[in-house]
């Protein structure tokens, strides 16, 4: 399995686009980005996921590189809720087989300031 | 309400009890899991389901006991609980097309003394 790199923390002013960076140099050709979110106290949050192509929802978008080695999750437009552990996860979308899971590694704590 | 829910959503218990922490999910997702956070170790996985019926290990199994009779309901027994037990509990939830999109629910605290 692809090993992810993510910066232990990040701060953000609010109302600033939050960009947090992660390093999957040795992803393999069938596996996507997964990117999750905890908010204090709570469950972890799934945020969004891509392959190859750049992808948007409500919450985010995501820029992986055309060598797919890193990503990048940006949110547009950051607010004191966004105060969270960001994680980035490689995994083979479709498949879950026998022992694999989802690995929510350190993960990026991100603080949104005012 | 469509969702992911988990009761009781805090539990105090003694060693050597049974207890037994439910999962509910309107979502008719093929996937349930249960998690369990401690500080220290982020999120490990106790056991998974595929779908009803079919369960299977995660990596900290030991202690615990899963059944999924209805595709919904994913509880998660503890059969004879101990202090090293005491953790807070996720169950999630995922389809089959897409098994690592998990929604979570708010999770269980459950502390055994």
């Known amino acids: 399995d692809a090993k992810t790199t993510q910066p232990p923390s990040m701060d953000c002013a609010e109302g600033r686009a939050a960009n947090l960076p992660c390093n999957h140099s040795?992803?393999?050709?069938?596996?996507?980005v997964y990117w999750y979110r905890q908010i204090h106290s709570q469950g972890p949050q799934y945020i969004i996921h891509?392959?190859?192509n750049n992808e948007t929802n409500e919450m985010a978008s995501l820029i992986i590189t055309e060598d797919r080695k890193s990503s990048t999750l940006i949110l547009p437009h950051a607010t004191l809720r966004d105060t969270a552990v960001y994680y980035c996860?490689?995994?083979?979308?479709?498949?879950?087989?026998?022992?694999?899971?989802?690995?929510f590694g350190a993960g990026t704590i991100l603080r949104v300031k005012s | 309400d469509a969702g992911i829910t988990q009761s009781p959503r805090y539990k105090i218990t003694e060693t050597g009890r049974q207890v037994t922490l439910m999962c509910h999910q309107t979502?008719?997702?093929?996937?349930m899991f249960w998690y369990r956070q401690d500080l220290g170790h982020g999120l490990r996985l106790i056991y998974y389901?595929?779908?009803?019926?079919?369960?299977d290990k995660g990596e900290v199994p030991d202690g615990y006991v899963v059944s999924r009779s209805k595709t919904e309901n994913f509880p998660l027994t503890l059969e004879s609980a101990t202090r090293s037990q005491t953790s807070v509990y996720f169950c999630?939830?995922?389809?089959?097309?897409?098994?690592?999109?998990?929604?979570f629910g708010p999770g269980t605290r459950l502390t055994v003394t």
């Open positions: 999630a939830s995922s389809g089959a097309a897409t098994p690592y999109e998990q929604y």
């Open positions: 040795t992803i393999s050709g069938n596996e996507y």
């Open positions: 891509g392959l190859k």
């Open positions: 996860i490689v995994r083979v979308a479709h498949r879950m087989e026998y022992g694999n899971k989802l690995v």
């Open positions: 979502w008719s997702h093929s996937y």
């Open positions: 389901s595929a779908a009803a019926d079919i369960t």
